[in-house]
């Protein structure tokens, strides 16, 4: 994992990003999280995300308890840091 390599999770994120435009394919998150979509779809349109996979790609280094469900609170931190607003 890059993760364990050093990286930050910003480095991460454009890495698969980059990635997947060199491949033409969506960015998607490697693991199987859990998540409400509803609140994904919430917390994407407050912070003006548009791009889901790749939001969840991110928000997936914010799981703080490591439970594989994404929680309101673990993707508004996510969202935050991704736009730079913390």
């Known amino acids: 994992m890059l993760i364990a390599q050093g990286w930050t999770e910003a480095q991460v994120y454009a890495y698969r990003a980059q990635q997947a435009a060199e491949a033409q394919t969506p960015v998607i998150s490697g693991t199987n999280l859990n998540y409400n979509d509803a609140v994904v779809q919430r917390v994407m349109d407050k912070y003006g995300l548009t791009d889901k996979d ?33």
């Open 54 to 86: 790749k939001f969840l790609a991110y928000a997936e280094f914010f799981d703080a308890d490591g439970n594989k469900y994404l929680k309101e609170e673990e993707l508004e931190n996510a969202a935050s840091e991704l736009m730079g607003l913390r």
